[in-house]
């Protein structure tokens, strides 16, 4: 049995605080939740604003360990300067998702996100990518909480059972589908 101390939160305090910059992003970002939702994950997610918000914005992460929270997944458009903001006010690991918005379609904060200087990394995933966001928190937390790693562990297995077998002997998802099996 793992060492209580290592064991997430169980009075379902969340461990991953998820920051969006637009309430209009919120479709996109509540994916994140979903995936940590199964994972069995608490998280919270918030609207707050590197420009809007920034000092709600930077109270939020200052507040962000004694809280408990272990990761922090900031998404935005455009300039996309949550994840940086996020990150230059934390040790904590950030996540930041760049969102597709505008004319260049989320390049723009995709290389926003990406391009942080020295000290204050980013891990970025791609354009809209909440979903491996949160997979990512699990891995992250999936490193002291050996429960999130089984659960990790175990939707991934799920995952793979939905593919063909390299063995030739066992029909394939697409012989089935013509009757040829």
Known sequence: MADESKRLRRDGAPVVGILTGSPNDLPVVLKAQEILDELEIPSDVRVLSAHRTPVETVRYVEQAVPRGLEVLIACAGLSAHLAGVVAAHTTL???????????????????????????????????????????????I?????????????????????????????????????????
């Open 93 to 139: 690991p950030v996540i930041g998702v760049p969102l597709a918005h505008g004319a260049l379609e989320g390049m723009d904060a995709l290389l926003s996100t990406v391009q942080m200087p020295p000290g204050i990394p980013v891990a970025t995933v791609a354009i809209d990518g909440s979903k491996n966001a949160a997979f990512l928190a699990a891995r």
């Open 141 to 181: 937390l999936g490193a002291t909480h050996p429960e999130v790693r089984e659960r990790l562990q175990a939707r991934l297995e799920k995952d793979r059972q939905r593919y063909d077998s390299p063995d030739l002997d066992v029909p394939s998802q697409a012989q089935r589908l013509r009757g040829g099996a």
